[in-house]
């Protein structure tokens, strides 16, 4: 990189920018963490101290400012995302932004023309692409393994949501009406789209708000700064293709922590896979025959009495296949060739898609119709 590693700011010093975003950052040989910025720069100054980042600031205003910034990465509430991305795209500096993209679709849209307009590479951190079941069943779908499908069954659970809405995720003004649909249903919706290659088309939903000891629906909760806790809603596909779509924080868990499940049904047979902090496993069945476990490389096999861990169930953490790792390539090699190319990492186009469905969701809870997702 002519004899100087890429310069990089992360905007957001919480608990996932020191699981997700600074191992890998710190590890990656082309790659200098120059500054970190928190509002409160308390947490910014003990990540910097942990990862030898060299300054750290209470504003990213002051960072981009100061700092000669080749890229940042946007690990801050929602709210905040596209103000962020807008201002780094301006002054040409390539972005990395934690899903979802941003607080509504016409933000999204913006963030896209933004990032487009001034040829900086952009990336949505909707992780688990790079889960090896993930895609060894996307493989699979391709090679029409079970043939023309047909439904679909799809889940992202969690129960950290049980005692509370879970800080700024679980609020209107900082996370969106959407809440776990924003936080866990983004990476769902994501990777059905992902996987099948297809949008979704239509939706029809149900919300609801684990408040006062109670579930509430939307149409109750006008007046609390609270977002939805669980989300249930059908879709359907151009193809014909339906399915159901479930996230929730406030689904225990048992030791699980968390839980990833996709089934897909279709005219040859079906296919299913299965995913928590005790393992994974991918199955299949066709026609009558019996329900058969597909091998896997590079993942821990589920085990009901294993200890429960972040290896267990994204074990491509500190790889090279991260979405952080990958978009530092791309960004290294944009600066060495003079042209930004956002190949081979979900896009802010992909968070745009992902947003519009999210929107459309809580536009069909609240008129309790079926709405088209917006083309």
């Given at each position: 990189?002519?004899?100087?590693?890429?310069?990089?700011?992360?905007?957001?010093?919480?608990?996932?920018?020191?699981?997700?975003?600074?191992?890998?950052?710190?590890?990656?040989?082309?790659?200098?963490?120059?500054?970190?910025?928190?509002?409160?720069?308390?947490?910014?100054?003990?990540?910097a101290?942990?990862?030898?980042?060299l300054?750290?600031?209470q504003?990213?205003?002051?960072?981009?400012?100061?700092?000669?910034?080749?890229?940042?990465?946007?690990?801050?509430p929602?709210?905040?995302?596209h103000?962020?991305?807008?201002?780094a795209?301006?002054?040409?500096?390539?972005?990395?932004?934690?899903?979802?993209?941003?607080m509504?679709?016409?933000?999204?849209?913006?963030?896209?023309?933004?990032?487009e307009?001034?040829?900086?590479?952009?990336?949505?951190?909707?992780?688990?692409?790079?889960?090896?079941?993930?895609?060894?069943?996307k493989?699979?779908l391709?090679?029409?393994?079970?043939?023309?499908?047909?439904?679909?069954?799809?889940?992202?659970?969690?129960?950290?949501?049980?005692?509370?809405?879970?800080g700024?995720?679980?609020?209107?003004?900082?996370?969106?009406?959407?809440?776990?649909?924003?936080?866990?249903?983004?990476?769902?919706?994501?990777?059905?789209?992902?996987?099948?290659?297809?949008?979704?088309?239509?939706?029809?939903?149900?919300l609801?708000?684990?408040?006062?000891?109670?579930?509430?629906?939307?149409?109750?909760?006008?007046?609390?700064?609270?977002?939805?806790?669980?989300?249930?809603?059908?879709?359907?596909?151009?193809?014909?293709?339906?399915?159901?779509?479930?996230?929730?924080?406030i689904?225990?868990?048992?030791?699980?922590?968390?839980t990833?499940?996709?089934?897909?049904?279709?005219?040859?047979?079906?296919?299913?896979?299965?995913?928590?902090?005790?393992?994974?496993?991918?199955?299949?069945?066709?026609?009558?025959?019996?329900?058969?476990?597909l091998h896997?490389?590079?993942?821990?096999?589920?085990?009901?009495?294993?200890?429960?861990?972040?290896?267990?169930?994204?074990?491509w953490?500190?790889?090279?296949?991260?979405?952080?790792?990958?978009?530092?390539?791309?960004?290294?090699?944009?600066?060495?060739?003079?042209?930004?190319?956002?190949?081979?990492?979900?896009?802010?186009?992909?968070?745009?898609?992902?947003?519009?469905?999210?929107?459309?969701?809580?536009?069909?809870?609240?008129?309790?119709?079926?709405?088209?997702?917006?083309?």
């Open positions: 990189m002519n004899g100087r590693k890429a310069q990089i700011g992360v905007v957001g010093a919480g608990s996932f920018a020191d699981l997700w975003y600074l191992p890998i950052l710190e590890k990656h040989p082309e790659v200098q963490i120059q500054a970190i910025c928190s509002q409160s720069g308390t947490t910014a100054e003990k990540l101290n942990k990862y030898n980042i300054a750290n600031y504003s990213y205003q002051e960072m981009f400012e100061k700092e000669e910034l080749d890229g940042i990465c946007i690990v801050t929602n709210e905040s995302h103000d962020i991305a807008l201002e795209s301006k002054r040409g500096i390539h972005v990395m932004c934690e899903k979802p993209l941003a509504d679709r016409d933000e999204a849209r913006l963030m896209v023309e933004a990032a307009e001034n040829g900086i590479v952009h990336g949505v951190n909707f992780t688990y692409r790079e889960h090896p079941a993930v895609k060894k069943l493989e699979l391709e090679e029409d393994f079970i043939g023309r499908i047909y439904d679909g069954k799809f889940q992202y659970t969690g129960a950290y949501g049980l005692s509370g809405p879970p700024w995720r679980g609020t209107k003004s900082k996370g969106g009406t959407g809440g776990v649909l924003a936080d866990l249903g983004s990476h769902l919706i994501d990777l059905v789209q992902f996987v099948v290659n297809e949008n979704v088309s239509k939706v029809q939903a149900s609801s708000f684990l408040h006062e000891g109670k579930v509430k629906t939307i149409h109750e909760m006008d007046n609390h700064d609270q977002s939805a806790d669980s989300v249930y809603f059908n879709a359907s596909f151009p193809s014909g293709a339906h399915g159901s779509f479930y996230t929730s924080w689904s225990s868990q048992g030791n699980r922590r968390q990833i499940e996709l089934s897909f049904f279709g005219s040859k047979g079906a296919v299913k896979f299965l995913s928590s902090e005790l393992g994974v496993v991918l199955t299949y069945a066709h026609g009558k025959e019996q329900w058969q476990e896997l490389e590079n993942v821990m096999k589920w085990d009901d009495l294993a200890q429960p861990s972040e290896e267990r169930f994204r074990p953490r500190l790889t090279e296949r991260n979405e952080i790792w990958k978009w530092a390539d791309l960004l290294v090699e944009s600066k060495n060739s003079g042209r930004a190319s956002s190949t081979g990492i979900p896009t802010f186009r992909d968070g745009y898609s992902v947003q519009k469905v999210i929107d459309a969701v809580i536009q069909s809870a609240d008129l309790r119709k079926e709405v088209s997702v917006e083309r």
